[in-house]
């Protein structure tokens, strides 16, 4: 068994030297890296979801409904705007409705365009399915200038185009008329990307109300983050049925399985409580950059549940003198920045006491 490797198979030679999404999974008292829900279900909601469950476990010799209608309504319903079980569609996570958009608008000799700093899984499921990426740099307060976008795009004619909103890692919400002008130059597909769509402040839009009059858009939600489920994996998306209708092709039969359509129908109905507590990370999420912009560190601002902040000369070193104090954050984005997910009050005092601590208490 020795000596043989990963670079002794045959893999795929586009595939070769390529490094898989890798999150450090480290066991910490306060875990601040991956903007999970720092809330867990409550009592009631954890009962209703094994109760679901056991619902569904006398079912489970049949395959799930290969459609998860129910779920596509429920998730229809919870979007709002005029939306039918037609024009979503669910998979497990967003990670997986992006490769299902990948598969079906990109491949071989097809490109997609992205505006960096952004998601790192955008590029990795771009080069997974083959397709070309193009990256674009975003200006320096982290916005998508729309007149630089769209002439990139007339340019470069991709296939798929992605717009992060509100952008990770950088919490970046992109205006409608952005969203608008790349919808109107891209020759294929826009996907923007709005995991953290719950979290935005007020009076942040969505580009749901852009779909009527954009057939080509596509917007991405998944409930791994204001809904609490990251463990439960269910992403989702809504779009022209005719977007839906394509995406059947690529998908695997049965790929969302009963247990997962029962438990996110279970969460959706615990919609209220859930958004409860992403009303409180939201305030929390506020006093955080308060906080830091009168501690002197720069910020990026933030519609998400995590805050860019920096910059730092060596942030490696500001990284781990948190992390051995207990406090995990990320080490992305731009090289002098550092991403903090936004968790409870207690996890929150821990990372400011941790950090003014590693700082020498900053503020020049
Ligand atoms: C966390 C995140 C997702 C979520 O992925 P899931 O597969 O649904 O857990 C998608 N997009 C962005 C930008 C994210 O940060």
């Known amino acids: 068994m020795s000596e043989f490797g990963l670079e002794d198979l045959p893999v795929r030679d586009d595939l070769r030297g390529r490094t898989p999404y890798g999150a450090p999974q480290l066991d910490v008292p306060v875990a601040l890296n991956t903007n999970e829900n720092p809330y867990a279900p409550s009592p009631r909601l ?51 409705v992006l490769q299902q958009i990948l598969q079906v608008f990109g491949g071989p000799g097809r490109t997609a365009m992205g505006f960096e700093p952004s998601y790192s899984m955008h590029p990795i499921i771009t080069g997974v399915t083959n397709t070309g990426w193009t990256a674009l740099p975003r200006a320096h307060d982290f916005a998508v200038d729309a007149e630089a976008a769209v002439a990139a795009i007339t340019a470069n004619r991709p296939d798929i185009v ?20 790349v ?22 839009p969505s580009a749901l109300s852009l779909l009527p009059a954009h057939p080509r858009l596509i917007v991405s939600r998944t409930m791994s983050k204001a809904f609490a489920m990251a463990g439960a994996r269910l992403g989702y998306l809504a779009a022209h049925p005719a977007v839906v209708d394509a995406l059947q092709l690529v998908r695997l039969p049965y790929h969302l399985s009963a247990v997962s359509q029962a438990v996110a129908g279970t969460a959706l109905e615990f919609a209220d409580e859930l958004l409860g507590a992403v009303k409180q990370l939201r305030e929390e999420r506020d006093d955080l950059v308060e906080w830091l912009r009168g501690h002197g ?36 984005g731009p090289p002098q920045w550092l991403r903090v997910t936004v968790g409870t009050p207690e996890e929150m005092s821990a990372f400011r006491e941790a950090l003014l601590d590693v700082t020498g208490g900053r503020r020049r």
């Open 183 to 204: 919808a109107h130059a891209a020759p294929g597909v826009v996907v923007v990307d709005e995991a953290y769509a719950e979290f935005r402040r007020e009076g942040t």
């Open 297 to 332: 560190f720069t910020i990026a601002d933030s519609d998400a549940n995590f805050v860019l902040f920096g910059e730092f000369d060596d942030r490696r070193a500001v990284w781990q003198g948190l992390l051995d104090r207990g406090v995990l954050i990320r080490e992305t």
């Open 162 to 181: 992605f717009l992060t909103s509100p952008n990770n890692p950088t919490g970046t919400a992109l205006p409608l008329e952005v969203i608008e002008a």
């Open 46 to 96: 954890a009962e209703a979801l094994a109760r679901a469950v056991a619902d569904v476990a006398i079912g489970l010799n049949r395959y799930p409904d290969r459609d998860a209608t129910r779920l596509r309504a429920a998730l229809a319903g919870y979007l709002g705007h005029g939306l039918g079980a037609d024009q979503v569609w669910a998979a497990n996570g967003s990670n997986e």
